[in-house]
């Protein structure tokens, strides 16, 4: 028999290789499941992991993919290494693409430089503002920011809904609940011809670097660190706790609502209804596959938009289910957690009791 011992310090090479774990014991899961509706499991995976890299289409879309997942993960890992969780990104996500979007329709027969930044700050401030609403209840009356940041996601989707039946509606959409598409100057300009790869890619890849400094170099990312390590320890040191998670909640919404403008001035041109897609929820997966690290948010993202596009791909070419995909994704969640006890306990034989 064995048990869970506590480790005194935890060494560097498990923290790494336990994201591998998890991947590795999703496949093994994932095969059975796929095995069970049927499909070849062998096949499923390689479709799923291997063949997207084979493809220049896919490789490009990849990086679309990722891109809203690294930006809206970094934002949530602050406020998860400070002990802060912020389990709305999708609603912040959405009322950012809401805001830029309505910017962009504003202005939407005026051209210039000015109107793509001006929708991006006008995204990030409706992700921010729409944060600060659970951070408000959070340090005034102590409500769980879990649930208020949930909860609030469903609010989002419905307003967004209304919006584009009603004032934002394409007037000559036939009644279709949708925006006008965006013009030429409020969308995202190509960075790589021939493909879809926009700007934001390059703007999350700029945010990983940002990150890392502010993280490691920075007293706000040691005073992050601190408060989420050490509570008591940081309130002696002078961090104000209240103050600090106002910041982490607004800073996390910020980072969605850039997210979801990117999504509307990029692949989408347009605010719909089918705009959440779930990037909020799953880039909680991302940043803790990426260890709450940049670099590591940053890998964990194309190895999860290599899930999205091997998904679709196994859903047209196999016939798996939508539905078979996502669990796919959760089941990544899940054992990332499992696999999570490794670094902080180590398995030891179990001692005898005397006879």
């Known amino acids: 028999m064995f048990r869970l011992e506590p480790r005194a310090v935890t060494p560097v090479w498990i923290t790494a290789v336990t994201p591998l774990l998890a991947v590795l014991a999703t496949m093994i899961a994932g095969g059975i499941l796929f095995a069970l509706l049927g499909k070849d499991p062998f096949e499923t995976i390689r479709v799923i992991f291997v063949a997207p890299l084979g493809d220049p289409y896919s490789r490009t879309e990849m990086l679309i993919k990722a891109a809203p997942l690294v930006l809206i993960a970094l934002g949530l890992s602050f406020g998860f290494r400070a002990g802060i969780w912020?389990?709305?990104?999708?609603?912040?996500?959405?009322?950012?693409?809401?805001?830029?979007?309505?910017?962009?329709?504003?202005?939407?027969?005026?051209?210039?430089?000015?109107?793509?930044?001006?929708?991006?700050?006008?995204?990030?401030?409706?992700?921010?503002?729409?944060?600060l609403i659970p951070a408000f209840l959070k340090v005034r009356f102590n409500a769980n920011e879990i649930l208020v940041s949930l909860m609030l996601v469903y609010v989002a989707t419905l307003f967004l809904s209304a919006m584009v039946s009603g004032p934002l509606r394409d007037p000559?959409?036939?009644?279709?609940?949708?925006?006008?598409?965006?013009?030429?100057?409020?969308?995202?300009?190509?960075?790589?011809?021939?493909?879809?790869?926009?700007?934001?890619?390059?703007?999350?890849?700029?945010?990983?670097?940002?990150?890392?400094?502010?993280?490691?170099?920075?007293?706000?990312?040691?005073?992050?660190?601190?408060?989420?390590?050490?509570?008591?320890?940081?309130?002696?040191?002078?961090?104000?706790?209240?103050?600090?998670?106002?910041?982490?909640?607004?800073?996390?919404?910020?980072?969605?609502?850039?997210?979801?403008?990117?999504?509307?001035?990029?692949?989408?041109?347009?605010?719909?209804?089918?705009?959440?897609?779930?990037?909020?929820f799953t880039a909680i997966i991302v940043a803790f596959l990426g260890r709450l690290n940049p670099v590591g948010i940053l890998l964990a993202g194309m190895v999860m938009a290599l899930t999205y596009i091997g998904g679709e791909t196994a859903q047209f070419s196999l016939g798996i289910p939508a539905a078979a995909i996502s669990v796919f994704q959760g089941l990544l969640l899940f054992f990332l957690l499992a696999v999570d006890l490794l670094t902080r306990y180590r398995v030891v034989p179990a001692k005898r009791s005397g006879v």
């Open 172 to 280: 000559a959409g036939f009644n279709f609940p949708q925006s006008r598409l965006l013009h030429e100057s409020a969308r995202l300009p190509i960075v790589l011809e021939g493909t879809r790869v926009h700007v934001g890619v390059l703007v999350a890849l700029i945010a990983v670097v940002v990150a890392q400094i502010v993280l490691t170099r920075h007293l706000f990312g040691f005073n992050v660190r601190l408060l989420g390590q050490a509570p008591r320890a940081a309130a002696f040191a002078g961090v104000n706790a209240k103050r600090l998670t106002v910041v982490l909640l607004g800073l996390s919404g910020a980072l969605a609502g850039l997210a979801g403008i990117f999504e509307v001035t990029g692949p989408i041109g347009q605010l719909q209804p089918s705009l959440p897609v779930g990037y909020g």
């Open 86 to 131: 912020n389990i709305g990104a999708e609603g912040q996500y959405v009322m950012g693409a809401l805001a830029g979007g309505a910017v962009g329709l504003a202005f939407w027969n005026v051209e210039g430089a000015w109107l793509l930044p001006l929708m991006a700050l006008a995204g990030m401030a409706g992700g921010c503002l729409w944060a």
